[in-house]
Structure formats: structure tokens, C-alpha cells
């Protein structure tokens, strides 16, 4: 192990999301309950954000200055990048939150183990609205567009829903097992 692989191991527990910040800047959530901001020119922590009570399962990046995390512990964080300080907590989920998607700048998308996807407003920190329809946990979110979201789970399947009328307009099936993860190879109108 190099000296910048033992600089760079300031987790205890293991790390579950990376997050690029600004060019030489990373985001990490790990086990420990903690968001760590990283210097990718010397390998070290400059911050360590807590308010999560358990484990930081996704990050998203709203913008230059805010960051949103999502935890075990039902929640979104929203934090300031520049005081390093929590904004907001939303709380609307049962269970834990699983992924996160930025679909516009005053709008994020939340995926959950208990079955939902909440569509959240960032002007006000507000719920939307909440899209049910898989029938297992939600596992990744993507946007096709401005008012297209899809959705993979662990039902096997990836929704489409129509965000101007909160409803799924399509259901893909054909994977045998979970759907992981999603990513838009050309973005032709459906």
C-alpha cells in the first residue's frame, strides 16, 4: 500500500457512494454514517459531515454548492458545500433511501426499499409526489427527459413514468433477477 492509499483510507467501514464535487473534489457516504469531502490533490479529508443515524446509501450533486444524501435512516439530507452544513432533512419514506437523481435544479427524485419514488421539490423542500407501481424495492433512477423518469428494481422490472401526470406509462420486463442499475445510451424520444 502506497502512501496515498494509506492517506485515502479514512473510512473505518466500507464506502458505498462516490460523488465527483469540482474537479479535484470527491464525496464519499460510507457504513460509518458519515459523508466525507475529499482533496484529490494530497488524498485527504477536508470535511466530515454527520447527521445521518445510519448508513449513507447515495449522493447526488445539485450543484456546486449542495449535495443531497440518502440514508438508511429513511432521510434526505440536503448540505451546503460551502459551510459544510445540513440545509434541510426530508423525510417521506418507510424505509430506507436508495437512490437519489437530480432530475432539474428545483426538483430530485428519491428511490426507496419501500417500494416508492418521491419527486421533491427543492425551491420549498417539500414532497411533490409520490409514484407507486414496483412491487420490490427501487434500485436506480434516471431521467430520459424533463418529464420522463425510469425506474429498475429488485421486481425485476424498469418503469417509465410520465412526471407531467405522475403516472407509469410503460413497464420493461425481460431481466430474470433485479434491476441494478440504468444508464440512457441515446436519447431518441420513446
Known sequence: M????????????????????????????????????????????????????NWILCLELIDKNTLASGSWDKSIIIWDLKNYTSIRTLTGHTSLVFCLHLIDKNTLASGSWDKSIIIWDL??????????????????????????????????????????KYTSTHTLTGHTDSVLC?????????
Open 182 to 190: 440504468l444508464q440512457l445510451i441515446d436519447q431518441k424520444p420513446l
Open 123 to 164: 425551491k420549498n423542500y417539500t414532497l411533490k409526489h409520490t409514484l407507486s407501481g414496483h412491487s420490490n424495492w427501487v434500485r436506480c433512477l434516471y431521467s430520459i427527459d424533463k418529464n420522463t423518469l425510469a425506474s429498475s428494481s429488485d421486481d425485476n422490472s424498469i418503469k417509465i413514468w410520465d412526471l407531467s
Open 2 to 53: 502506497t502512501e496515498n492509499d494509506q492517506k485515502f483510507r479514512s473510512n473505518q467501514f466500507s464506502v458505498d457512494t462516490l460523488v465527483k464535487i469540482q474537479k479535484n473534489t470527491l464525496a464519499s457516504g460510507s457504513k460509518d454514517d458519515t459523508i466525507k469531502i475529499w482533496d484529490l490533490n494530497n488524498y485527504t479529508p477536508i470535511r466530515t459531515l454527520t447527521g445521518h443515524t
